[in-house]
T-cell receptor, first 112, second 117 residues
């Protein structure tokens, strides 16, 4: 069973701090990794994609990938109350088509 | 505006009824997907489709059916055989189905929340 694991949280951080969200996956041959943000009652919104080891930065967001450790993380710098949401980690599995396996998500709460 | 639309936003179903959820996209994407989200769980794949008149079962297809008569449309029917249909249903699309270079990201519609009365 291919799995994606995330800490459910809530992860509580003060405004302006760095929020660190983590995700581990079981399928060693997974190639591509995605972070989605989901506000309560809304659909997931893609915020970051990564498929090479190392860091990828986009504004206040940095995705980090370590395939040897089967670990992907999302850092949010200068966290704002508007970042409060559930963050879903998704992994494209091996198998020849664009199938994503989703983690259950980590709830982030940024307090003023 | 390019995007994915789903309707209705909220749907109530009585026991024994079939209901159909609409999904339309104008992104010119080949691949479309249906997911189900339950509280505290990750999204689970119901059905997916690469081209018109072709679709495949995902991980939890029992009690659901789909059609793909047009590239832009991928409606999902929740049948009376689905024993626990109350959930948030999400439609997604991507450029193509096959894995290739690049991310081939999936983008989601706004969702339909289905409740069984």
């Amino acid at each position: 069973q291919k799995e994606v694991e995330q800490n459910s949280g809530p992860l509580s951080v003060p405004e302006g701090a760095i929020a660190s969200l983590n995700c581990t996956y079981s399928d060693r041959v997974s190639q591509s990794f995605f972070w989605y943000r989901q506000y309560s009652g809304k659909s997931p919104e893609l915020i970051m994609s990564i498929y090479s080891n190392g860091d990828k930065e986009d504004g206040r967001f940095t995705a980090q990938l370590n395939k040897a450790s089967q670990y992907v993380s999302l850092l949010i710098r200068d966290s704002q109350p508007s970042d409060s949401a559930t963050y879903l980690c998704a992994v494209r599995t091996s198998g020849g088509y664009n199938k994503l396996i989703f983690g259950a998500g980590t709830r982030l709460a940024v307090h003023p | 505006d390019g995007g994915i639309t789903q309707s209705p936003k909220y749907l109530f179903r009585k026991e024994g009824q079939n209901v159909t959820l609409s999904c339309e996209q104008n992104l010119n994407h080949d691949a479309m997907y249906w997911y189900r989200q339950d509280p505290g769980q990750g999204l689970r794949l119901i059905y997916y489709s690469q081209i018109v008149n072709d679709f495949q079962k995902g991980d939890i297809a029992e009690g659901y059916s789909v059609s793909r008569e047009k590239k832009e449309s991928f409606p999902l029917t929740v049948t009376s055989a689905q024993k626990n249909p109350t959930a948030f249903y999400l439609c997604a699309s991507s450029i193509r189905l096959a894995v290739s270079e690049g991310y081939n990201e999936q983008f989601f519609g706004p969702g339909t929340r289905l409740t069984v009365l």
